[in-house]
């Protein structure tokens, strides 16, 4: 039997006739620089071959997965990939229903579980049922309180899940929030309505809308002056402008009145009842959506469940002294902690019924403190997570799946984890080797790669300069390879960065009584026009206080506008400032039209180019894929057609009229520098960096993207399939690209994500000009290099979750 994957000819994309092998039942470590190749060969050769080859032998039609371009691939096990994208955004997506541990626990709660009756109050203890579970959808038997006679539904799982009418809360419909008008952001309450005061309405709605207005007034015998600030309105016309006819708030001023019949007598809907119908109304369109909220509607914790998402009667339920919202609460650590008790305090009988349930709960946390993210609760919304701790929980589940003779091709696990976590999950992935598997990890952290049987340094650079195979072997071989970046960085010839040693700054934020979430009380010092860095393990409170608290801050003191920051007391300093700029791992766009182009702003001057050089034929408006003129109408320039397969997922195929590259022929004969405008979106930065060296509103744009390690990124790539970091440092790019007067605050969330040691220098170095320039930056961080680069360190800990959440130090690096 062959003892390795075989792979001739390799050709895809950027890689140039790649051969290699790569052995089996070994945990292999594929890196290189940032767009060098590795995710072409790992994902989109390797796994996609393993896919396709493994379906053909079930006798499968493989239409829909191609072969890639690779001459052969022999040796290869069927595949699975763990990527960086998340799969499940929905609100009501947590961490306890993707990994199925809180499936366990309302199992347990429905068996154990004792709760107060409703007509005397007291305990009404569990039935100790057979076992079978009734249908979660079928309505529960009733049994009588064994106190008063009372008659209450017996407990089953349906009754402590909140996406079952059973168990869900009846205000909130369990998703543990409500959303709400912002009035601050939806009118300018110092000017008139007729003056523009509904920041959503341009000229032409406003002149539509104010004699229904007026009508309205006039069926209640109101006056209602256009001209008059907001603010100068009495409370019943507020009421009316804002929540319309039909709202409890305004017929509270005219309880015996019918409201108008229709629109032209005065049937006004309200300024933030009509956004908040139009919001529901498009639930399948989180684009609008996310408008709607940017225009004035504001997430709010529901009042009648505190968040917890259940219903009363759920949460009343308690298993010896806790309920299942206290459970879900705690981080998994605690949590298995508490399990591992349950069977001291459990009678004979009750534990024979749980017993079975507890060993597979336990079993199933215990996996998850081992990958890594033992602080996070189970009450955790999926799409609050980061791209690594989405992996961690997939790779928790691989671990108990018990496969063997498996391909796993994993995409950076490290994202997001502390290097003191890093060692634990070293031993996940050995663990999943042992079971006789192949693991596959692209990564770039120098803790994994030594820990590596075999390392592949793909290279030597980005784009059209990688695609080849600079080093492969033990990671001794490869740290010894002359013209390895990697094997540089390996062997300590590459020296980290070092910190500048700008020390104290004379100005500083103070945050002072920062409480929210596992925060002890903190005040916290963060020097201005420095490099600052936060510190600590995954789950210590670092993205609490600096998103939840220092971030929303800065929006309503420069901006007016967002949530409300998180619970501390204050913060001091803001007038040493003139804006702050916060760059969050958010995606830029949940639309596929937009891309890296268009993103950064870099597509309208190279449409200018375009349409110079047609003479006159064409407008810049035929180079754009998003409007009519230049486009492919048959895919309308997306360049794909999507086909509705009944029940399968929909397939997005080729268009057969422009072969895929969204233009009509004609617009497609305009050259510059003898590309066109569909290879142009086809280039990656650094590649249309040489076409247009001689056009400096391009260039320039593009160069602050290669600067931020972006260099390797086609522009035409979708911004929905960007990383969490790509999109960061997209962000960071435009932002880059403003004139900013004064001095600004930036603040970012783990910049250095997905990028080699070589590419974090680059990234490094235009922090420090920020700084230079008068700026200061505030990151969290992980990545060493940053850590050791700083001027001042903010470290929390001394662990995640509950155990965190203290200021362990802080200081320069060397203290």
Known sequence: MDSCIHVTGARLNNLKNVSLSLPKNKLVVMTGLSGSGKSTLAFDTLHR????????????VTGYVSKPAVDSITGLSPSISVDQHHTNRSPRSTVGTVTEVFTYLRLLWSRIGVRPCPGCGQSIPPSYADGTEPDEDAEAEQRPCPHCGTLVPELVMGSFSFNKPAGACPACTGLGEVIRPDVQRLVDGGRSVADGAVRGWNAKYTAWALPVLRAAAAHYGLSFAPDRPVDELGAAQRDLLLHGVESPRFRRHFPGTEPPKTVSAGRFEGVATALLRRYEDRADDPDYRERAEQQGLVRRPCTDCGGTRLRPESRAVTVHGMTIVEAAQLPLTDLGTWLAGLRERSGGDEWLLVEPVVADLAERVRRLVDVG????????ATPSLSAGETQRLRLAALLGSGLTGVLYVLDEPTIGLHPSDTARLIGVLRRLRDLGNTVLVIEHDLEVLRAADHVVDVGPGAGRDGGRIVAAGTPEEVARTEGSVTGAYLSGRLPAPRSRARGDGDTALVVRGARAHNLKDLTVRIPLRRLVTLTGPSGSGKSTLLLD???????????????????????????????????????????????????????????????????????????????????????????????????????????????GRRFRPEVLTVRHEGHDIAEVLAAT?????????????????????????LGYLPLGQPATTLSGGEAQRLKLARELGRRTTGRALYLLDEP???????????????????VDAGHSVVTIEHNTDVIRASDWLIDLGPEGGAGGGQLMAQGAPGD
């Open 49 to 60: 071959e393993g896919q396709r080859q493994y379906l053909e032998s079930l006798g499968m």
């Open 373 to 380: 993210v033992g602080y996070l609760a189970l009450g955790q």
């Open 549 to 659: 608290i220092l971030g929303r801050a800065a929006r309503r003191h420069f901006h007016r506008a967002g949530d409300l920051p998180a619970e501390h007391d204050g913060i001091d300093g803001w007038e040493h400032l003139s804006k702050a700029v916060l760059i969050d791992q958010e995606p830029i766009s949940r639309v596929p039209r937009s891309n890296a182009a268009t993103y950064s702003d870099v597509f309208t001057p190279i449409r200018e180019v375009f349409a110079a050089r047609s003479r006159g034929a064409f407008t810049a408006g035929h180079f754009s894929f998003n409007v009519p003129g230049g486009r492919c109408e048959r895919c309308e320039g997306a360049g794909v057609l999507t086909v509705r397969m009944h029940f399968l997922p929909a397939v997005a195929v080729r268009c057969p009229t422009c072969k």
């Open 685 to 709: 930065v650094d590649e249309a960096l040489t076409v247009f060296a001689d056009v400096p509103a391009v260039a320039a744009r593009l160069r602050r993207m290669a600067d931020v390690g």
């Open 752 to 770: 250095t994500t997905g990028l080699h040691s070589a590419d974090t220098a680059r990234l490094l170095d235009v922090l420090q000009r920020l």
